[in-house]
């Protein structure tokens, strides 16, 4: 796949996540995909996004930076959001909070397989 194409298909892959559109998430999506180095399938992948969307009403994966090559995508997404709740461990309690995420995919075919992501949390504690 080309830079180009795997830009393209990458941000495809973030609207479809921003519009909710769950039918259509395994077009982006390896039926085998890992996350953060554990195998959840595609199903697994679904639910862990639907619960995100949950817990987090407003989310919206904004595209900070973006860098592909290969079979290669590094996103810095960033997330200006009211997690209800408890959110990675923390009492936010509907509290707006901004914090960035880095991820890194690694595509098969069109689609990702592989999805390694760090969450800025201290960013999260230092607004709470």
Known sequence: MST???SKAYRGYIACLNEQNWPTLGTFVHD?????????????????LERDFHQIPD???NIQLLVAESDLVASRLNFDCTPQGT?????VNGKKVR?????FYQF???KIEH????IDKAAIEAQL
């Open 4 to 6: 180009i194409n795997l």
């Open 32 to 48: 085998d995909v890992h996350y953060n180095d554990q195998r959840i399938g595609l199903s697994g992948y679904r639910e862990m």
């Open 59 to 61: 989310l919206r994966f």
């Open 87 to 91: 959110f990675l461990g923390l009492p």
């Open 99 to 103: 914090f960035t995420e880095n991820v």
């Open 108 to 110: 098969r075919d069109g």
């Open 115 to 118: 999805v390694w992501s760090v």
